[in-house]
């Protein structure tokens, strides 16, 4: 038998040494291939429960994203409604549902109000609706957030006093004129989260940007 010297024993001895680590490494690498092919066989059949996966991914809700609007002015003291006929209101649909803006802008008119724009709003609107307006428009926002269920009051630095009205997702109709409470020899009553003119003031929303004409009334509002 041949007799190996010390240099050769020491080569074979580290040979069988990488060969041993080696094996470890793929050993190992191939358990915890198996660990989690088992555990997302358990998971998947229900077997095992996942808490972080049982959370929802969503959007979100319509309250947080109203509440990053700014707060509404609340209304001078002593400020009385207007007369409908002095109220410029443009109607926009941002519920999606063909005709809302029509109908909508044909019972307002019914009521006294001037409707010069009645169309699509470019994005959709979760909630019932919003009333934008300058603060030259600040007592005919109030005045028709009467007419409006769950209105959501913002104000923006047009100088205008015409104003809008934005119907969302969740609008179906206008106040039932019998149950509008509103005297025009009562002062305007504050909206909940109001804040004084000056706090809104400083706070109001860029005014609007001119825009070509809105869709025509009928066609969706595409989805926002």
């Known amino acids: ?11 074979r001895l580290r040979r069988r040494r990488t060969h041993e680590r080696q094996a470890v490494v793929f050993g190992s690498l191939i358990a915890g291939l198996v660990v989690a092919g088992v555990g997302s066989a358990a998971v998947y059949t229900g077997v095992v429960s996942a808490p972080f996966l049982d959370r929802e991914f969503s959007s979100p809700p319509a309250d947080d994203a109203a509440s990053t609007l700014p707060p509404p002015p609340c209304p001078p003291e002593g400020m009385l409604p207007i007369q409908y006929t002095a109220i410029s209101v443009n109607v926009y649909n941002g519920a999606g549902r063909s005709g809302l803006a029509g109908e909508t802008s044909s019972a307002l008119s019914t009521r006294g109000f001037v409707v010069p724009t009645a169309g699509n709003y470019p994005a959709r609107l979760p909630g019932s609706a919003q009333i934008v307006f300058g603060e030259a428009g600040l007592q005919s926002a109030y005045t028709l957030a009467a007419h409006v269920p769950t209105p959501v009051l913002v104000m923006d630095q047009r100088a205008e006093t015409a104003i809008d009205l934005v119907l969302g997702e969740q609008f179906s109709t206008l106040v039932d004129p019998a149950a509008v409470v509103l005297d025009l020899a009562v002062p305007l009553s504050p909206v909940e989260g109001c804040v004084p ?14 825009t070509a004409a809105p869709a025509v009334e009928g066609e969706p509002a595409p989805e926002g």
């Open 197 to 210: 003119l000056e706090e809104a003031r400083a706070a109001a929303l860029p005014a609007p940007t001119p």
């Open 1 to 11: 038998m041949e007799e190996l010297t010390a240099a050769e024993r020491e080569r």
